[in-house]
């Protein structure tokens, strides 16, 4: 009897990160392009966006029954995102803990939220919670595909 194959996974973990529409509105783009650039992650999927109301409500299914949903939602459609996909060795916590606590009140000044945000429902950007997340976010916010490429800074990165 043949056995299963086992999942082998061919590539580095994925992060979902998003820059809300606050945070594109109040140019806080390339600053946050930057940290994740100097970190050393590598970037494989890149586009200004403005999302789709199937796409933002997909995207934050588990949260439908919560009472913020549909303004959630709202804020998502409420101008262009920047959507990115990070890879790199624990770039899913790596990329929370530079983008702060959920509330920035709560957030560390030197996160992300901690240096630009008050309020949790303009909390400036998204990362995904989980590497499964990761790539189920991925594979939302990019139908057509991430890019595959070779840093050639890597021998610089990692040993
Ligand atoms: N959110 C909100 N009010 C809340 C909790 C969350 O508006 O009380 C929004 C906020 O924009 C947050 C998003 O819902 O980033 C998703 O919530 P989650 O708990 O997944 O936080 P995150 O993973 O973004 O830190
Ligand atoms: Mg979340």
Redesign the pocket.
């Known amino acids: 009897r043949a056995r299963p194959t086992a999942a082998v996974s061919v590539r580095a973990e994925i992060s979902y990160i998003m820059v ?1 529409p606050d945070g594109v509105q109040r140019g806080l783009v390339g600053d946050i392009i930057s940290r994740f650039e100097r970190k050393g992650y590598k970037l494989t999927g890149l586009k200004l966006y403005q999302t789709p109301r199937e796409v933002a409500e997909e995207h ?1 299914k ?2 439908s029954a ?4 549909k ?2 939602v709202n ?2 459609l409420s101008g262009p995102v920047v959507c990115m996909v990070w890879e790199g060795k624990g770039v899913v916590a790596t990329a ?1 803990k530079m ?5 920035p009140l709560a957030s560390e000044p030197g996160t992300i ?1 901690g240096d630009f945000a008050i ?5 400036v ?5 989980s590497p499964e997340n990761g790539e189920r976010e991925a594979g939302l916010w990019f139908k057509e595909g991430l890019v595959a490429w070779d840093q050639t800074m890597t021998p610089w990165l990692k040993e």
């Open positions: 809300k934050y588990d949260l919560k009472p913020f949903y303004d959630l804020y998502i929370r983008i702060g606590a959920t509330n939220r309020e949790v429902g303009r909390n950007i998204h990362g995904s919670d």
